[in-house]
């Protein structure tokens, strides 16, 4: 079967559908990329142009799984272990020790890793929790990570990476939290593992499993447009506590965007209690 490709009609119409869904915005310089990561699903149709998948996915009742597909296509990033690893250090050597001193008996500390993609943020946020604070303290803290595109939702669970997403992690942190299971396969170890709950959740809504001590959301901000970052950033200050913190990525700046989120210094962000 030969899928036509994409015109400039259907490619408004994905991008609108996609901007609606995910509040992502594809440039008109991306439409090769749009046609290459849906060619599969148009083959796995048997759709001959990208309009017919389009109306499939909107108009019939039985297209509306697809949906999902059609986001996790469109959403994938990619990432590695200890990215920007200077902010992950902030955040478990002065971030963690400061909000654990404000905790009440029995309270927990809360993380939210958020658009996790395949697992390594809040993986390495675990790893360096490990190395770098005591036990006690360790089980005061919950890890929550979240995610629209179920594929990477997946991976992250099953916790395989090729050597790509390790290229950060040194030997001795490669031998204490991997298991080589092949020569292009390691997984994460059972201990880390266990300290994340992973959940599927769209940025454009409310997350209401809140509230949470430090938010981070960090290179994802980069594909929205300013509606829908500023949606998206009044979900994100209702999910954090009074005194608690936001993390974003460096290419991000909250300039131009209406917040009450008080700076602190670049990418990091506090509610005032």
């Not at 083959?43 to 597909?69: A, P």
């Not at 469109?74 to 990432?79: A, D, G, I, P, Q």
């Not at 949470?212 to 959301?217: A, E, G």
């Amino acid at each position: 079967m030969n899928v036509h490709s994409v015109t400039d009609a259907e490619f408004r119409l994905i991008q609108k559908l996609i901007y609606e869904m995910a509040g992502v915005y594809i440039k008109e310089h991306k439409k090769t990329m749009v046609a290459n990561r849906l060619r599969k699903r148009l083959e796995n149709y048997g759709f001959e142009s990208y309009k017919k998948y389009y109306d499939f996915i909107t108009r019939t009742s039985e297209g509306r799984n697809e949906l999902i597909e059609f986001v996790n296509c469109l959403t994938t990033n990619e990432t590695f272990f200890f990215r920007h690893g200077e902010q992950l250090d902030l955040l478990v050597e002065k971030l963690i020790p400061e909000r654990l001193q404000t905790l009440k008996p029995k309270e927990k500390l809360r993380i939210w890793s958020a658009a996790c993609s395949s697992g390594e943020e809040p993986y390495s946020i675990a790893i360096l929790m490990h190395q770098k604070l005591k036990q006690a303290l360790i089980q005061k803290i919950e890890i929550h990570a979240s995610d629209i595109n179920m594929e990477v939702l997946d991976k992250a669970q099953k916790g395989i990476y090729k050597p790509y997403a390790l290229q950060k992690v040194n030997e001795f942190y490669k031998r204490t939290y991997f298991r080589q299971l092949s020569e292009d396969k390691f997984q994460i170890s059972n201990q880390v593992q266990s300290m994340v709950h992973f959940f599927r959740h769209n940025l454009l809504n409310h997350h209401s499993q809140g509230p949470f001590d430090i938010v981070l959301c960090r290179n994802v901000m980069i594909y929205f447009d300013q509606d829908s970052k500023t949606r998206v950033l009044s979900h994100l200050f209702k999910s954090i506590k009074p005194g608690g913190f936001l993390i974003t990525g460096y290419a991000e700046s909250l300039f131009r965007v209406q917040t009450t989120l008080k700076y602190i210094q670049p990418t990091l962000y506090q509610k005032e209690s």
